[in-house]
Nanobody
């Protein structure tokens, strides 16, 4: 059974940093793209950042310059380095994985079928 597991969530302060991890247990093809999404109650799940096996990345405008995404050389683990946190970053953060898709779709929730259970990030003073 393929699994996708997030970790690293917790509490942060405005201006602080957190690093999230996502581990994928399936085949390489199934994680060609890996992505981070976030969701707060009553809001749509929104794409945060995505990274392909070949290193291509895509970021949502609201995290550009603050967050970075990377993955291990073996491509089974993805990281989201969150810096310059603000209270609006408070959300449940989900990891997703997908076979090769267009870069135009990699921050679209509907493009993904494999999801982790989420890890909570809470930013407050």
């Amino acid at each position: 059974q393929v699994q996708l597991v997030e970790s690293g969530g917790g509490s942060g302060q405005p201006g602080g940093s957190l690093r999230l991890s996502c581990a994928h247990s399936g085949s390489m093809d199934g994680r060609y793209w890996m992505a981070w999404f976030r969701q707060v109650p009553g809001k749509e799940r929104e794409g945060v950042a995505a990274i392909a096996q070949d290193g291509r990345t895509k970021f949502a405008d609201f995290v550009k310059g603050r967050f970075t995404v990377s993955r291990q050389r073996d491509n089974n683990t993805m990281y989201l380095q969150m810096s310059g946190l603000n209270v609006e970053d408070t959300a449940m953060y989900y990891c997703a994985a997908n076979p090769p898709i267009s870069i135009l779709q990699v921050l679209s929730m509907d493009a993904y079928k494999l999801w982790g259970q989420g890890t909570q990030v809470a930013v407050s003073s």
